[in-house]
């Protein structure tokens, strides 16, 4: 009897110590645009300086743009805080669409190995900041709902 006590409980055991080895070992996945891009893949702080920079230099007139000034606010409120632009408004989430789409379009015809590399930077942060906007919706809903 004794023995089948100890049997027992040593069974016990096992299993409560696997069940904690198996809950340890759990893995969290990131999908979002960002997780496999590193830091310099996106226009942050001193890359967004230097792009700007870029666009100046080469291509001036598109610099004096509405679309231009649109991607730019929006970018630098989102390097200011990421946060910051799940306050934007729907109308001006479209705009920023629409002047990320123009700088992309600009980025296109110049066929340099520049203007590619700039035009996956912009790509990435336009992802990235439309993945929190969609993240963030259903929660916006929900509020607006109540």
Known sequence: MKSRVIFAS???GLGLVT???NAAT???IDDS????????AMLVNGSQKQFAAYIG???AKFAQTTNWQNF????SLYNQSPSAVLNLSPAERAKFNESAAQVQNTLAKH???????????VDHTTRMINFLWNVN??????ADIQ
Do not use: D, F, R, Y
């Open 26 to 28: 759990t893995i969290n």
């Open 33 to 40: 645009p960002a997780a496999s891009k590193p830091a310099s």
């Open 57 to 59: 230099q080469n291509v």
């Open 72 to 75: 730019m606010s929006v970018v």
């Open 19 to 21: 069940t904690q080895a």
């Open 10 to 12: 040593l069974i016990l």
């Open 137 to 142: 919706q259903p929660v916006a809903e929900a």
């Open 111 to 121: 066929k340099n190995a520049n203007a590619g590399h700039w035009m996956n930077q």
